[in-house]
């Protein structure tokens, strides 16, 4: 027998002591799920422990057997657990007997047994299996009322710890928690912000469970929440939103400009859209801005009822514009917004358009202010200016620049050329002008002298007689 045989049978002998006299050994451990949930019931022993094809027996306390395996090979299922049950066949040779319960169910609960039979002994082990299940009631609260939220543990196991989550971070403050029967459970006062999904964290003895559920705060879905920010550029249309939750009826819904305070007639123009709406019962109250001005910026809100509960929500609009500041060769534009606190970054792109209309990327310049040189590639087109915050793009703005250019993109000399050439036409044409005057006048002239032919004999004679006179004096 070499030196690897005897280390394991020196191993084999030194366990098979250990366990001398002990027929049956239980072991006990917790298992939390949540409903819904598959959960693993784990069986291990060393797999040095095992000689021979085990047999192996899972059992619930109360439901009888769930899965039974004998040294053949032959397996056996019960009849209620047949589709929901698995175990891992790789894994048996090495020890591993668990098993798998799909789509847990409350049903389930209660204490299991896996037993494993080595021939010499055979091991126990019992496993605990509890229920988390989360639950509000109502389950859809209205925003600014009471729910309860619940977190039952089934069967209940004194000296937990219970943790909430709300979407995926702790809640602070921790809520106080009463203890009824099964289950911790505290009253909440909700708003917009406890909308989302709650998890219920149980820990015991170093095991650990959770389950979740999504509160669904019925009222104002659209903004979210309150101080949104809505921006739009000069001149463009848009959308301030007020969405409220499919089935409520909203009645007297309607809008009013908070800041600045002083009323504009854009300002009255926006509550009459609100108030005019055609259908009252309707649960989107947004209204539209046809052609935004720098002087509709400010904060916004709006607001219905619902059984007896008035329900608002404000926005701020952001007017965003540029400037633009012409210099003796060059011109300066800033992208200028009505409140720039969550803007970190300003990009301005240079865009022109080929024959085919179709769009041609220039340079990129970062930010607020750029200084484009006059009479450059870079006066003709289009300057977009684009703001990011933190999560990312929030608007942006164009200016066309080929209408600087046209009035600015002259050099002197040819400003002085074209002022010659425009005076030197002029001239032209006032002589033109004042030679067909004339022909006119002339042809009127004889037009009203050809009407009185007795007129005209008497100035001709009139005429001659004088040049007569002329003449006999120069005679003399």
Request: glycine share 6%.
């Amino acid at each position: 027998m070499n030196k690897t045989n005897l280390l394991d049978f020196f191993i084999f002998g030194m366990v098979s002591i250990l366990i001398a006299g002990a027929r049956c050994e239980a072991i006990h451990s917790e298992v939390f799920a949540a409903e819904g949930s598959d959960v693993v019931l784990p069986c291990k022993y060393p797999a040095i422990l095992i000689s021979s094809p085990p047999a192996i027996v899972w059992s619930h306390k109360e439901k009888g057997t769930i899965w039974r395996k004998e040294r053949n090979g032959l397996e056996y299922r019960g009849s209620r657990w047949s589709q929901r049950v698995q175990c891992p066949h790789p894994q048996l040779e090495s020890g591993t007997f668990s098993i798998q319960i799909n789509s847990v169910t409350e049903d389930d609960v209660g204490l299991y047994s896996c037993k494993v039979d080595l021939r010499s002994q055979v091991i126990e082990k019992q496993v605990m299996l509890r229920l988390i299940k989360v639950s509000f009631s109502p389950p859809a609260p209205l925003s600014g009322s009471n729910t309860e939220l619940s977190c039952a543990l089934k069967p209940w196991r004194h000296g937990v710890s219970v943790e909430w989550m709300l979407n995926n971070n702790p809640y602070l403050p921790q809520p106080k928690t009463g203890l009824h029967s099964d289950k911790v459970s505290r009253v909440l006062k909700v708003t917009e912000k406890e909308r989302g999904t709650w998890t219920c964290v149980v820990t015991y003895k170093g095991e650990r469970g959770q389950a979740s559920a999504a509160l669904d705060v019925k009222g104002i879905i659209q903004p979210p929440k309150d101080n949104a920010k809505v921006y739009a550029t000069v001149g463009s249309p848009v959308t301030l939103p007020c969405v409220f939750s499919s089935g409520l009826r909203t009645l007297s819904a309607g809008w009013e400009k908070i800041s600045p305070v002083s009323p504009s007639t854009r300002d009255l123009q926006l509550l009459s859209l609100a108030s005019s709406s055609p259908d009252q019962l309707s649960r989107d109250k947004s209204i539209r801005i046809s052609e935004v001005t720098y002087e509709d910026e400010g904060t916004y809100r709006c607001g219905g009822n619902v059984a007896q509960q008035r329900l608002t929500r404000t926005m701020q609009l952001i007017v965003a514009k540029i400037v633009r500041l012409k210099q003796k060769y060059s011109t300066m534009l800033t992208c200028e917004l009505s409140d720039a606190s969550e803007v970190i970054e300003y990009v301005w792109a240079h865009v022109t358009y080929d024959e085919n209309a179709t769009a041609i990327l220039g340079s990129i310049q970062k930010g607020k202010d750029i200084t484009i040189t006059d009479g450059s590639e870079e006066s003709w087109g289009e300057w977009t200016c684009s703001f990011y915050g933190k999560e990312g793009l929030l608007g942006n703005v164009t200016y066309n620049t080929h209408v600087m250019s046209g009035l600015s993109g002259q050099k002197s000399s040819s400003a002085s050329h074209n002022t010659a050439t425009v005076v030197g036409l002029s001239f032209l044409l006032i002589v033109l002008l004042l030679i067909v005057a004339q022909m006119y006048k002339n042809h009127q002239r004889r037009k009203r002298i050809f009407q009185y032919p007795a007129l005209e004999t008497i100035v001709h004679t009139i005429s001659n007689e004088r040049e007569e006179r002329q003449r006999n004096r120069e005679k003399i």
